[in-house]
């Protein structure tokens, strides 16, 4: 057996005998490429849509499927017991029953009754399987023992088939797989029973045909989130302003807008069954007072065009002066210093003003917060706590802030 580098994290990726098994080729050159020591386990079945010679060459790692290979290296347990996380890409109905009555008849369902880190599953089947009793029972099982059982996405499936069952994205498997290795524990099932809307991305406000004014969101910490959110079992309505390169979080509803009134409209249509509400989205705070019916010209000798702008309203405010009973807010706060006072000075100033019961705190400008991968700041509780959230991925912000939420609505 390959020796693994013991320097970055180790990640066994199983796979199972489906047709999305293609896609763990993504999930494992993405692990690769940020920095994980991959090793391919995949069923006998796996090997039937993508060959042990592409496993080999992406991960740099020999792939086997059974307990009879390297046998003095006792590879059936050791392999398991040496992970820092175990993925299971795609998870089968059959691979997921096995899982959940400790059946273990070849490498990988042996690895999953050895492993001692985090065990996560992405299921990917027809929707009469995942619907079906005996799956229901077998991913409830497993999630009652503290392994993650992600939900599917919705979508396209083989043949003419569309429903619930399509195989998480695999830039979404790697983010959470990230957020399991930084922080184990970042995926319980604690927000089942709670309906969750979240704003995400930067609105445009348009100039004329062609123009607009906008903002630098990219909606990573929106869709974060999102993501998180359906994860831990929260039913999720995702208003997204200009987010067209990211993908959908598996287990949310997406809502596509433009402009802040639009966004402002969604959010009320939205908000009125939540229990919690998230405003993360970077509204334009102020709009064209006019817009131009024509492409607006430059043209010698004559002089610059004049804008006017209008204020845009405040959805946050809004959305607290009409919150209903028991219904949790949550506001974000992108915040530079100044001579008047630092980040936290400014913060705690809005979130007074505000009135939400959290604020997400983000210090923006230097590379931060905005277009980038990673994220850190400040949770500011009604309740008079503040933490700080160190650097991390927008999905470690993303799980802080829940954690968040949930210790709000407990107390």
Not at 327 to 339: H, Y
């Amino acid at each position: 057996m390959t020796e693994p580098d013991s320097g970055k994290p180790r990640v066994v990726l199983g796979v199972g005998g489906g047709i999305a098994a293609y896609k763990a080729c993504e999930v494992l050159r993405g692990l690769t490429e940020s920095g994980h020591d991959v090793r391919v386990v995949p069923t006998e079945s796996a090997l039937r849509f993508v060959g042990a010679a592409t496993f080999e060459a992406l991960s740099g790692h020999p792939v086997h499927t059974g307990v009879f290979t390297e046998v003095p290296e006792v590879q059936h347990v050791r392999v398991g017991k040496e992970a820092d996380l175990v993925l299971v890409v795609p998870a089968t109905a059959d691979l997921l029953a096995k899982a959940a009555h400790g059946l273990a008849d070849d490498l990988l369902t042996n690895t999953l009754l050895t492993a001692r880190c985090p065990v996560a599953f992405f299921p990917a089947m027809h929707t009469e399987m995942w619907e079906h009793p005996a799956t229901r029972d077998n991913v409830a099982l497993l999630r009652s023992r503290g392994l993650v059982v992600a939900e599917p996405d919705a979508g396209r499936l083989t043949g003419v088939d569309t429903g619930k069952g399509r195989l998480t994205d695999p830039r979404e498997i790697v983010d959470l797989a990230r957020l399991l290795l930084a922080e184990p524990s970042a995926l319980p099932r604690d927000l089942e029973g709670l309906r969750v809307v979240v704003s995400a991305g930067g609105t445009r406000e348009p100039l004329d045909p062609v123009r607009y004014l906008g903002n630098r969101s990219s909606g990573k910490q929106g869709y974060a989130l999102a993501r998180v959110a359906a994860q831990r079992g929260a039913e999720v309505t995702l208003v997204a302003a200009h987010t067209v390169a990211l993908p959908d979080p598996a287990g949310a509803r997406l809502v596509p807008v433009s402009t802040a009134e639009e966004l402002r409209a969604a959010m009320h249509r939205a908000a009125e069954r939540a229990d919690v509400v998230v405003m993360a989205a970077a509204v334009a705070d102020f709009r064209p007072d006019q817009l131009a019916a024509h492409k607006i010209k430059k043209r010698d000798g004559e002089p610059d065009p004049t804008i006017t702008l209008a204020r845009n309203p405040d959805i946050l405010a809004e959305l607290v002066a009409g919150r209903r009973a028991g219904q949790t807010i949550v506001g974000f706060a992108a915040e530079t210093g100044d001579e008047r006072g630092g980040v936290l000075d400014h913060a705690r100033t809005k979130f007074k003003r505000k009135g939400s019961d959290l604020l997400v705190v983000n210090a923006v400008g230097q590379g931060r917060a905005f277009e980038v991968e990673d994220n850190a700041g400040w949770l500011l509780s009604a309740n008079g706590d503040e933490r700080p959230v160190p650097l991390g991925s927008k999905a470690q912000l993303a799980a802080a802030m829940w954690d968040a939420v949930v210790r709000f609505r407990r107390s």
